[in-house]
């Protein structure tokens, strides 16, 4: 597609249960970055990714968050045993590498651990 | 540890008001600074950035900012808002994105 691509846009879960969030970037863009965002805290970064080096997870907030990136391309942010403080909107952005280029950003999933 | 401030997280002007949205950050060294928006019910996307050269670099809708080195800061302008300016202003610095700035234009 033409621009990054999140799904779900929505997701309910039980606390406790396990969630996968996908992002699909731009084709082509080398970077992928995860952020969460939460009501009146602005973008939180998660992870970034960009080529074949190793994630920056500087951001993951704890042991339960954790994200990969198959292929140099698609990206799946997992959370084990959510808890009701998880709820946010993920946000999946992409670029063509580097803080040096705009990053474009999907629609985003709202989550809501219940 | 690198930091962004927004100055202002709600800001309410009349159409037609001058707008400035303050944003310092904590960066040493070369910075590369973005604005981001998010209209209500869209995704975030890109207002205007700056990496190099000219330090007041002009973006889109009529918006600029102005790099000032010695202050750290990048300030946020548009001399005329429109009610269709209603929306949520992100400064991020490096992508790091600060608070947000929530700005209400009452037409």
């Known amino acids: 597609g033409a621009g990054v691509s999140q799904s779900p846009s929505n997701k309910v879960t039980e606390k406790g249960k396990d969630v996968e969030l996908r992002c699909d970037p731009i084709?082509?863009?080398?970077?992928l970055y995860w952020y969460r965002q939460s009501l009146g805290q602005g973008l939180e970064f998660l992870i970034y990714?960009?080529?074949?080096?190793?994630?920056?997870k500087s951001g993951l907030p704890s042991d339960r968050f954790s994200a990969e990136r198959t292929g140099g391309s698609v990206s799946t942010l997992t959370i084990q045993r959510t808890q009701q403080e998880d709820s946010a909107v993920y946000l999946c952005?992409?670029?063509?590498?580097?803080?040096?280029?705009?990053?474009?950003f999907g629609q985003g999933t709202r989550l809501t651990v219940v | 540890a690198q930091s962004v401030s927004q100055h202002n997280h709600h800001v309410i002007l009349s159409e037609a008001a001058s707008l400035e949205l303050g944003c310092n950050y904590s960066?040493?060294?070369?910075?590369?600074l973005f604005w981001y928006v998010q209209y209500p019910g869209q995704h975030l996307q890109l207002l205007l950035k700056?990496?190099?050269?000219?330090?007041l670099v002009k973006g889109i809708k009529g918006f600029e900012a102005e790099f000032i080195k010695s202050k750290f800061s990048f300030n946020l302008r548009k001399p005329s808002v429109q009610w269709s300016d209603t929306a949520e202003y992100f400064c991020?610095?490096?992508?790091?994105f600060g608070a947000g700035t929530i700005l209400r234009v009452k037409s």
């Open positions: 991020a610095p490096e992508l790091v």
């Open positions: 990714f960009q080529g074949n080096s190793a994630p920056d």
């Open positions: 960066y040493g060294g070369t910075v590369n």
């Open positions: 700056y990496f190099s050269g000219d330090p």
């Open positions: 952005a992409s670029s063509l590498g580097g803080t040096a280029f705009e990053a474009f």
């Open positions: 084709s082509g863009h080398t970077a």
